[in-house]
């Protein structure tokens, strides 16, 4: 059964980076969807980015200043943050989806989160 570690939240102020890490228990398959997420209090969970065959997508709210880069030699999976606005601060997930269809329902894998906290 696959386990997910992320690491790299933190407090930062706006327009800061951070870059967050999630390192898989066993390979990741391209045919894999690998996933971030994220959650704040009182909302319900989003997805941030994903990557499935190298192709990747995001969120409207985070195009242009996320870059999700999977490391397939490290079974790692990371989700660089610049530009970090107030609003994207959450709880931060990363999952797998091994289904392949990078649908949330199909996401059955996730690791314990990692906080990232912005001020203003």
């Known amino acids: 059964q696959m386990k997910l570690a992320e690491s790299g939240g933190g407090s930062v102020q706006a327009g800061g980076s951070l870059r967050l890490s999630c390192e898989a228990s066993?390979?990741?398959?391209?045919?894999?969807?690998m996933g971030w997420f994220r959650q704040s209090p009182g909302k319900e969970r989003e997805g941030v980015a994903h990557?499935?065959?190298?192709?990747?997508n995001y969120a409207d709210s985070v195009k242009g200043r996320f870059t999700i880069v999977q490391d397939r030699a490290k079974n790692t999976l990371y989700l660089q943050m610049n530009s970090l606005k107030p609003e994207d601060t959450a709880m931060y997930y990363c999952?797998?989806?091994?289904?392949?269809?990078?649908?949330?329902?199909?996401?059955?894998?996730w690791g314990q989160g990692t906080q990232v906290t912005v001020s203003s």
């Open positions: 999952a797998a989806d091994l289904r392949g269809t990078c649908q949330i329902r199909d996401f059955g894998y």
């Open positions: 066993e390979l990741i398959y391209t045919t894999y969807c």
């Open positions: 990557i499935m065959h190298g192709n990747v």
